[in-house]
Every structure is written in C-alpha cells, then in structure tokens.
C-alpha cells in the first residue's frame, strides 16, 4: 500500500513537486514500476477513489480490476460540503489556521466522527494528523494537493469509464453525509461491467467502518470473473494514505 502525500504523510515531497490529481496519479505509476506490479486491482477510498479514477483515465492498460468505495466523482469533486476547504488553500494562512484547530481532541473527534461511525482513539487520530500538524513541508504538500483540486478532473475522467471493459466493484456505504448513494449508482452505470454493493451501518471511510465486509467483497471480486470473463490472477494495491481531512 502506497501512503501518497495527501496530508497524513511524514516524509515531505520536493517543494516542485506535482500533487494534482494528474500528478498523484502519476506517482502511483511510478510505485507500480518501482515494486514490479503491471497488472493491479485498485482499490481507492475518499480522496484514493479519485487517484484510482484518473489513474484508470490514463493508463487503463496497467488495470485489471476497479474497487471503490464512498469517494468524490463527476461534478462532486470536492463534495459541495467541503469546498471550503479547497477555495480556503488559496488563502493565505488558512490552511495553518484550520489544521491549528484539529489539535484540539473535540474539534478532530467530531472531524472523524464525520467520517466513520467507529470511534477512532485519540492516539490514533493524533498519529494521522502529527505529519500535518507538526512539519511545516508535509503541510505544504497538503496545501498543494487541495489547491489542485478541480472537478474537470473527475469528469475528464468520467468520459473514459465506458471504454474500460474490465470489471468494477462498487462498496458504498449508506449512512455517509458526503458522497450519496446517487453518486455509486451513477458511477455503476458509467461502467460496462460495475457492481454495486450497499453497505448498511457505515459512513465515508468504510474500510474503518466495515474493513471485514469490505475484505471479504474484494477478495471475493478478485477471486470472481467479471462479465468478460478475465481471470483474478493480478496483484490488489489499496489506498494506504491517511488523510488528514
């Protein structure tokens, strides 16, 4: 599992370095050369969904399979809840105000709380945070990878959806406050061969929610053939990054 530089990272990234989605996209590629890995499973939570969808856009040759779980997508990039956050980057010391005020134990419980049903520990939550919080280069990088958000990503993105004829597992949360169900059945029915599968009792980060639910789903799907019949012979690569929103 790559941690990619999104904020919950602690080993900053050259201050040139491109964290758009395009460029984030690019360094998953550059992982998958570097471990040997031609042929994947790519499975994308939250922001991860994103990288996985554009990732697919642009070398659609080096995916076998597709999991997504609660994630922005099309026109929903960020949610319309959090585009705060994304105009804010642009503003001179807000992103240093705002991760100042996740320092306090209520402001990021309620933060999580947003996120998962699970309570998460205090030391947990601490340690998702500490890159952001505590290294003024790690949270460049997260200054920069809000800043290259923009939604004619994922819909560029979206175009390339019907040409990709392997299969697409969806594990969708009900119960999440920032990407509706809407959204994974709207997603289903861009893909040729997309499964849709709801998860009861669980917000945006399902893997934190229902992680036994959702391991069983991937590594049923992997063991599955899909519509046109590919084996489930090729690697999985998870979204291993923590977040710090």
């Known amino acids: 599992m790559p941690t990619l530089p999104l904020g919950g990272h602690t080993r900053a990234m050259d201050a040139n370095a491109d964290l758009t989605p395009p460029g984030l996209a690019r360094l998953l590629r550059n992982f998958l050369d570097a471990v040997g890995a031609e042929w994947v499973t790519l499975v994308g939570n939250d922001t991860g969904g994103v990288i996985c969808q554009v990732f697919l856009a642009r070398y659609p040759e080096r ?18 809840s959090l585009r705060p956050l994304q105009y804010g980057a642009r503003v001179p010391g807000f992103t240093a105000v705002l991760l100042r005020s996740l320092r306090i134990g209520l402001v990021s419980q309620l933060v999580f709380a947003s996120v998962a049903k699970t309570p998460i520990p205090r030391a ?23 800043r290259g958000i923009s939604s004619r990503y994922t819909i560029e993105a979206a175009r390339e959806f019907p040409e990709f004829e392997r299969p697409v597992l969806l594990v969708w949360a009900e119960d999440d406050f920032f990407f509706p169900m809407s959204s994974a059945e709207r997603l289903a029915g861009a893909f040729l061969d997309a499964r849709l599968e709801r998860v009861a009792d669980s917000r945006a980060f399902v893997p934190i929610d229902r992680l036994g639910r959702l391991a069983e789903s991937i590594a049923a799907f992997v063991a599955g053939t899909g519509r046109n019949g590919s084996d489930g012979g090729d690697r999985v690569l998870g979204d291993g990054t923590r977040t710090a929103t």
């Open 63 to 80: 995916v076998s399979r597709l999991v997504l779980t609660n994630c922005d997508a099309f026109e929903d990039f960020l949610p319309p």
């Open 124 to 146: 947990e939550r601490e340690a998702h945070l500490r890159g952001v919080i505590g290294d003024a280069s790690v949270r460049r990088d997260f200054q920069a990878v809000l």
